[in-house]
């Protein structure tokens, strides 16, 4: 069984910065991919930014939405997946969801596992 654990969401005005984290956890966590994913009320989850790491090589991708203000990172011997967010607007008011797979792509139904997601407000 796979466990992914977000944390650090919270209430931060606009301009400022929060750093998200999701723990992996359980022994069949094979993954080679994790992302973020953002919920706002009424609207569908939509990706933010994720990370991969096959053949040695890691890749980043982002949502032209939060491109140059977010960055994804992770600590392999952690299994933590980080979510560095600045210049946060109001708009980026979600909960937030990490998820795992096997390639990282957009997509919602390509995460085998979710976390349950974490709260970030962003007021103006």
């Known amino acids: 069984q796979v466990q992914l654990v977000e944390s650090g969401g919270g209430l931060v005005q606009a301009g400022g910065s929060l750093r998200l984290s999701c723990a992996a956890s359980?022994?069949?966590?094979?993954?080679?991919?994790m992302a973020w994913f953002r919920q706002a009320p009424g609207k569908e989850r939509e990706f933010v930014g994720g990370i991969s790491w096959n053949d040695g090589r890691t890749r980043t991708v982002y949502a032209d939405s939060v491109k140059g203000r977010f960055t994804v990172s992770r600590d392999k011997d952690k299994y933590t997946m980080y979510l560095q967010m600045s210049s946060l607007k109001p708009e980026d008011t979600a909960v937030y969801y990490c998820a795992s797979a096997y390639e990282l792509r957009l997509g919602v139904r390509d995460y085998d596992y979710w976390g349950q997601g974490t709260q970030v407000t962003v007021s103006s």
């Open positions: 359980g022994r069949s966590f094979v993954a080679s991919a």
